[in-house]
């Protein structure tokens, strides 16, 4: 017999909806975080969102592709920017304050804010417990609400937009927003979490 291993029994960890978005794809070859969406599934906790200005060097290896989907120009990031370190400092209060060591990140390909994370601010986050290596992501969640006929879909593919589509539910503006991507998250994760709740158990 074939376990469930899409959500835990009663799993009662705090939600941490995260979206990043970044100047490219692998930090290892120079892209940066560029801003920072989080909240999480207690209004209590907040919002939090922070814009940050990297150097001209740095945004100088930008990737166009990534500019294009983020609209994060040089402009917008001098206008609302704030230095890394600043950033950094209050992501890392934010999520202690809101309880990351008994808590969970869930995102959309997870992985990838995660590998981000790591790479800049892997010290901090394991001073304060954050359980950054096994993120929930709402694409398995939807892939496991289709298997188990939860979701009927002809829709190929598990983008942010096809699930909004698929589900019903707001999606995320044309040009990406770090707080509208992490609400969008949310949605995607709370409705999921309705329909594979009323789902039949497979053997």
């Known amino acids: 017999m074939r376990k469930e291993i899409t959500m835990r029994?009663?799993?009662?960890?705090?939600?941490?909806?995260i979206d990043i978005e970044t100047s490219g794809l692998k930090p290892y070859e120079g892209a940066v975080i560029l801003q920072i969406g989080c909240i999480t599934d207690d209004p209590e906790d907040g919002e939090f969102s922070k814009t940050i200005l990297p150097t001209n060097e740095q945004?100088?290896?930008?990737?166009?592709?990534?500019?294009?989907?983020?609209?994060?120009?040089?402009?917008?990031?001098q206008k609302n920017g704030e230095s890394f370190e600043e950033v950094r400092e209050a992501f890392i209060r934010y999520l202690s304050r809101a309880g990351i060591e008994d808590?969970?990140?869930?995102?959309?390909?997870?992985?990838?804010?995660?590998?981000?994370?790591?790479?800049?601010?892997?010290?901090?986050?394991?001073?304060?417990?954050?359980?950054y290596e096994r993120p929930v992501d709402v694409r398995n969640m939807y892939s496991e609400a289709i298997r188990r006929g939860r979701v009927i879909t002809s829709e190929?593919?598990?983008?942010?937009?096809?699930?909004?589509?698929?589900?019903?539910?707001?999606?995320?503006?044309?040009?990406?927003?770090?707080?509208?991507?992490?609400?969008?998250?949310?949605?995607?994760?709370?409705?999921?979490?309705?329909?594979?709740?009323?789902?039949?158990?497979?053997?």
């Open 156 to 203: 190929q593919g598990r983008s942010g937009a096809i699930i909004s589509e698929v589900l019903g539910v707001e999606p995320e503006p044309e040009v990406h927003d770090g707080l509208e991507g992490a609400k969008v998250v949310k949605r995607h994760y709370d409705k999921l979490k309705e329909l594979l709740a009323s789902a039949p158990k497979l053997g």
């Open 9 to 17: 029994a009663k799993d009662t960890r705090k939600r941490f909806f």
């Open 103 to 131: 808590g969970v990140f869930v995102g959309q390909n997870p992985g990838f804010d995660m590998g981000f994370l790591k790479y800049y601010m892997k010290a901090d986050l394991d001073y304060i417990g954050a359980p």
């Open 59 to 77: 945004y100088g290896r930008r990737s166009p592709k990534a500019i294009e989907v983020n609209g994060l120009t040089w402009e917008v990031l």
